[in-house]
């Protein structure tokens, strides 16, 4: 079988509740608003590095579960305690440099909410359709975010264009929950 050309291919051939094509049709490519919800979906990224989105949306639930619900402040403060309770956790990947990255990144958020209002603040400001320059900038203030990790979690919030292609079904419906000067870059 020839491999789909890209990931909307990849979903149509699949059945309704899969992960994957459930992801991509509510999830993959939405914009984010709550820095919250923006952080969970960096921990996702990082998490993936070095397997496969599946495992990832199989452990989403968890993920969120372990990590106070994505709540930006209380893993900003995890210390030891919560540490070895995720690197005990089956329910995700229990890897503690990307633990460690998490509370770091967490840490690093606090302090762009302080300066910026918010995260999503200090992503619109940054606005730019160039992904050498966001990695570049990622990789300036944050842990475990190479150009993959970057470009995925961007295209995945609705930062970066890219997630579905034109004759995707979900294209037009994110076209008109996209703000437009997000389509202007």
Not at 30 to 39: A, R, T, V
Not at 84 to 112: D, T
Not at 126 to 134: A, C, K, M, P, R
Request: glycine fraction near 6%.
């Amino acid at each position: 079988m020839e491999k789909p050309s890209s990931y909307c291919a990849y979903v149509k051939t699949l059945e309704n509740e899969n992960l994957h094509k459930i992801y991509h049709d509510t999830q993959y490519g939405f914009p984010l608003l709550s820095d919250n919800e923006l952080f969970g979906r960096l921990i996702l990224e990082i998490n993936q590095a070095g397997l496969s989105w599946t495992t990832i949306l199989k452990k989403q639930n968890n993920f969120r579960k372990s990590f106070s619900n994505f709540n930006i402040e209380k893993i900003a403060n995890y210390g030891e305690k919560e540490i070895n309770l995720l690197l005990n956790n089956s329910g995700i990947i229990r890897n503690k440099l990307k633990i460690n990255a998490v509370i770091f990144n967490a840490n690093r958020i606090l302090e762009i909410q302080k300066n910026h209002g918010s995260f999503s603040n200090w992503l619109d400001k940054n606005l730019t359709s160039e992904i050498d320059e966001w990695v570049k900038l990622f990789k300036q203030n944050f842990k475990f975010t190479g150009g993959e990790i970057t470009k995925e979690f961007l295209f995945s919030t609705g930062y970066l264009k890219g997630a579905h292609i034109e004759t995707c079904p979900i294209y037009k419906k994110l076209n008109n929950l996209i703000p437009k000067w997000k389509n202007n870059y």
